[in-house]
């Protein structure tokens, strides 16, 4: 039964004032590319990635297998490379070879490189965009038009890049992402690829919306009152990247399973300060789970 409610709770709707809206266009992007962005839309939690905020961004990449000191640069010349769709492995592309070892399969390691290039609407010039890894093996040297985002030193952790200031939305002018991604073996006690092997997604936001793995939902009396009713306390970090501050209603609402609604809407009021992150915190309760 328990069970049950927990399934309940996976459709939980976080949707607010902050929540952001995208325009009703085709992003032009590479050709292999096919991002299309929806109008705004209450969409429940479980989905909200995939249908709103999140884009997938796993077509359209080359790939080079060696060093370079120059691929970072937008004006690199690529046309040679791979063309490639992620995930992408590229240790399973070499050969079997003696001198490597069991926990790598016998396939050898390196570095290889990664560039995507993409165009932008005009539209997202005050946009917060979020370039987003779920995984790349082992050590991730990332840029955005010839600029140094960061690293990330762990293949089995996800890690993301506000690139908003970085790009050019203008319809025309194409960015380029570069990923540097080295994997020295040994490094793992079972075969773990090499590269970008999981999902890349772009998070296109208002400049206030509600952070990046920003929601948490709890049930901490549930034990005690179940199963006349169950209490849900929902936790929503709200960003503000503004110069300004900002008055955010935040609203959630419990939904089944058929997207009827299982408790009253509540709404928690919060002010959030130029350049700062803020908690929105509320309960609710939701009857005969």
Request: charged fraction near 15%; proline fraction near 4%; glycine fraction near 6%.
């Amino acid at each position: 039964m328990k069970q049950n409610f927990s399934k309940l709770l996976a459709v939980l709707l976080t949707a607010s004032l902050c929540v952001p809206s995208f325009p009703a266009e085709r992003m032009q992007a590479a050709e292999t590319d096919s991002i299309n962005w929806s109008a705004e839309e209450t969409i429940p939690v479980k989905s909200a990635v995939s249908e709103e905020r999140s884009s997938n961004f796993n077509e359209g990449w080359k790939f080079y297998f060696g060093n370079s000191s120059t691929a970072q640069n937008v004006n690199f010349e690529d046309s040679s490379w791979t063309d490639i769709s992620l995930p992408h492995d590229f240790s399973i592309f070499q050969n079997f070879t003696s001198s490597g070892e069991a926990e790598s399969g016998f396939l050898p390691g390196g570095t290889g490189w990664y560039r995507k290039k993409f165009s932008l609407p005009d539209s997202f010039q005050n946009k917060s965009i979020v370039l987003n890894f779920d995984g790349v093996y082992s050590d991730a040297y990332v840029y955005v038009n010839g600029t140094k985002l960061g690293e990330h030193h762990y293949g089995y952790t996800s890690f993301s890049f506000d690139i908003s200031e970085y790009l050019i939305c203008d319809n025309i002018t194409e960015n380029v992402i570069a990923v540097k991604a080295v994997n020295n073996i040994p490094t793992s006690r079972w075969y773990s690829g090499s590269g970008i092997y999981r999902d890349v997604t772009l998070i296109v936001t208002d400049p206030v919306h509600v952070d990046v793995d920003g929601t948490a939902i709890t049930t901490p009396n549930l034990k005690t009152t179940y199963p006349s009713s169950g209490n849900v306390t929902i936790k929503a970090d709200i960003v503000n990247d503004t110069a300004s501050g900002a008055s955010v209603t935040v609203r959630n609402t419990v939904y089944q399973a058929d997207e009827t609604a299982a408790s009253s809407p509540v709404s928690t009021n919060i002010t959030v300060p130029a350049g700062q992150t803020v908690s929105a915190e509320s309960s609710l309760t939701v009857n005969n789970p």
